[in-house]
């Protein structure tokens, strides 16, 4: 099930369950969207990425949803591993001509058990 | 041929020194950034440089001096270390700045 820890959120489920891991962003003027995966003692890895045009987005074993009425980023695993186990984190960047980067959300611990 | 790498990976120093975090990157891109993320993995930006130049600065203490001898390096010197500057600190680069960034390994820097 799903509970916030005293730092972050946190994810467990059993292998081979579908994962979903959700996010809010706050910038309606945001038009790009990424997924990251960050696990012990490294940096964080781009899983999907998701331009505003579009509401879902396919990978291998993952795919993104965005709901941009209500700002909302989903993160759906499938078939979730062991090696699936990490922090998550979604991303934002907003348009326009001037200087942006990346701002991301707070992140979702993801636990899987054997 | 690690695509983006920071050194060290693990530093500890005394508060009151200064001391260096180098970043480089092999992949030919335009824009590095430094992040910071604290004990409760909230990553931040610190810097954006686009081709050497500075181009966002967020609310960052003046002891820290980011510095970009060319486009492929951006190195980050912390003066007058306090506690609270302990953290880890990712080094990332990306094409543009729209696309995704690549980080590197992060620096887990702790200042007693």
């Known amino acids: 099930g799903e509970s916030v820890g005293l730092h972050l959120p946190t994810l467990s489920v059993q292998e081979g369950d579908n994962s979903i891991i959700n996010c809010a962003y706050s910038?309606?003027?945001?038009?790009?969207f990424i997924w990251y995966k960050q696990e012990s003692g490294k940096g964080p890895q781009f899983i999907i990425d998701i331009r505003s045009n579009m509401d879902k987005r396919q990978g291998q074993r993952v795919t993104v949803l965005l709901n941009k009425t209500v700002k909302h980023l989903s993160l759906q695993i499938a078939a979730t591993q062991p090696g699936d186990s990490a922090v998550y984190f979604c991303?934002?960047?907003?348009?326009?001509?001037?200087?942006?980067?990346?701002?991301f959300g707070k992140g979702t611990m993801l636990l899987v058990s054997p | 041929d690690t695509a983006v790498s920071q050194t060290p990976k693990y530093l500890v120093t005394q508060m009151g020194n200064d001391k260096s975090i180098k970043c480089e990157q092999n992949l030919g891109h335009d824009t590095m950034y430094w992040y910071k993320q604290d004990s409760k993995k909230f990553l931040k930006i610190m810097f954006s440089y686009n081709n050497k130049e500075l181009i966002i600065n967020e609310t960052v203490p003046n002891r820290f001096s980011p510095k970009s001898p060319d486009k492929a390096h951006l190195n980050l010197h912390i003066n007058s270390l306090e506690l609270g500057d302990s953290a880890v600190y990712f080094c990332a680069s990306s094409p543009d700045r729209v696309t995704e960034a690549f980080f590197g390994q992060g620096t887990r820097l702790t200042v007693v």
């Open positions: 910038n309606s003027a945001s038009d790009y």
């Open positions: 991303a934002e960047i907003e348009g326009g001509s001037g200087y942006s980067t990346l701002t």
